[in-house]
T-cell receptor, first 113, second 108 residues
Framework: DSGVTQTPKHLITATGQRVTLRCSPR?????VYWYQQSLDQGLQFLIH???????AKGNILERFSAQQFPDLHSELNLSSLELGDSALYFCASSGGGIIGEQFFGPGTRLTVL | KNEVEQSPQNLTAQEGEFITINCSYSVGISALHWLQQHPGGGIVSLFM???GKKKHGRLIATINIQEKHSSLHITASHPRDSAVYIC??????????FGTGTRLQVFP
């Protein structure tokens, strides 16, 4: 158990809908990273938050947004969902420095029908 | 060409064999991560290294910064080692750049 929690575990929804994925980092970790793993693209970095502020953006679509709250949990919002958004979404947390071991949550499996 | 490449893509072994997975990168990195992903999908961080060698149990990871190459070794492999192993480079920014993974199957 990494200490990182993600909810929900599974999510099935329809095209055009909006969903919110939630991540709680390990106790004391200030950084939260979001990753997408799809069958054709592999693992890709989406976005990084540190202590409530956005630090870096990767291949994140404009339809996606994220935030980190004062209690350090983070949410990833996906809107106007398309079939191609079906993927595993992972969050990871780390202690704080930019270069640090990342601890991954169990992931949320999103299926868009 | 991917910025982080792994070989082989697939690997099968008999229990007890010594296994090596290779990772080459073409970008400047500050650290190299090795991750393990089990069939259920969960990802576990195995190593983060920026130089030299690290060992944890039967797992050994090495990195050669000059050659931009890292290896993950598994000694005395066991069926429970069956998983996908992923290397990822981390630069001075925060993002990880992932390799495509090596699928390892160890048979009893």
């Amino acid at each position: 158990d990494s200490g990182v929690t993600q909810t929900p575990k599974h999510l099935i929804t329809a095209t055009g809908q909006r969903v919110t994925l939630r991540c709680s980092p390990r106790s004391g970790d200030l950084s939260v990273y979001w990753y997408q793993q799809s069958l054709d693209q592999g693992l890709q970095f989406l976005i990084h938050y540190y202590n409530g502020e956005e630090r870096a953006k990767g291949n994140i679509l404009e339809r996606f947004s994220a935030q980190q709250f004062p209690d350090l949990h983070s949410e990833l919002n996906l809107s106007s969902l398309e079939l191609g958004d079906s993927a595993l979404y992972f969050c990871a947390s780390s202690g704080g420095g930019i270069i640090g071991e990342q601890f991954f949550g169990p992931g949320t499996r999103l299926t868009v029908l | 060409k991917n910025e982080v490449e792994q070989s082989p893509q697939n690997l099968t072994a008999q229990e007890g064999e010594f296994i090596t997975i290779n990772c080459s990168y073409s970008v400047g990195i500050s650290a190299l991560h090795w991750l393990q992903q089990h069939p259920g999908g969960g990802i576990v961080s195995l190593f983060m290294l920026s130089s030299g060698k690290k060992k944890h149990g039967r797992l050994i990871a090495t990195i050669n910064i000059q050659e931009k190459h890292s290896s993950l070794h598994i000694t005395a492999s066991h069926p429970r080692d069956s998983a996908v192993y992923i290397c990822a480079g981390q630069g001075n920014t925060d993002k990880l750049i992932f390799g495509t993974g090596t699928r390892l199957q160890v048979f009893p």
